[in-house]
């Protein structure tokens, strides 16, 4: 490394070609980021899906506040409606005495696990509330999956 005076700094230009390709790379960089994070396609809710034992057992679906459960578990499942706010109750089997709680704010597309007899730590019941369309809760003890159903703008769905 070579020791500069005072005179040959300030002789030296402000940029070294170095400096500026340097430069040039960050500034690349941070252009693609921004560019990703703008204009990518934006996730949005349709609802949420239930699965016990990797199987749909319940949708809901915003739009038109349709709820489908699947045939097998019609007898397991309690879905009650408010205005802005949906509650349904997962029986474990038909003795319907192990059971999770999910409640579904209407209003801002979310839902939360409030209430379940799953075990001591209650580690879904202790989970945040799911929102924006990102978040899944899953109660282990049970098999129990919630997520969103969501679409991207471009209309694929997935979930």
Avoid: W
């Avoid at 430069?23 to 921004?34: C, E, K, P, S």
């Avoid at 934006?42 to 459960?69: A, D, Q």
């Avoid at 019609?74 to 802005?84: A, G, P, R, S, Y």
């Amino acid at each position: 490394m070579k020791n500069f005076s005072f005179d040959e700094i300030k002789k030296l230009k402000p940029f070294m070609v170095k400096d500026v390709f340097l430069y040039l790379i960050l500034v690349i960089i941070v252009l693609t980021l921004f560019v990703f994070i703008v204009f990518l396609p934006k996730t949005t809710s349709n609802g949420i899906k239930i699965e016990k034992n990797n199987n749909v057992v319940l949708t809901y679906y915003f739009k038109n506040s349709n709820c489908i459960i699947n045939k097998d578990h019609q007898n397991l499942i309690l879905v009650e409606n408010t205005e802005d706010l949906v509650k349904i109750t997962i029986y474990e089997d038909k003795t319907l005495t192990g059971f999770n709680v999910v409640e579904i704010n209407l209003a801002n597309k979310s839902f939360k696990v409030t209430e379940s007899n799953c075990s001591l730590s209650k580690e879904c019941v202790h989970t945040p509330t799911a929102t924006n369309g990102n978040g899944v809760i899953i109660c282990a003890p049970r098999n129990l999956k919630i997520s969103f159903i969501t679409s991207t703008n471009n209309g694929i769905v997935t979930g």
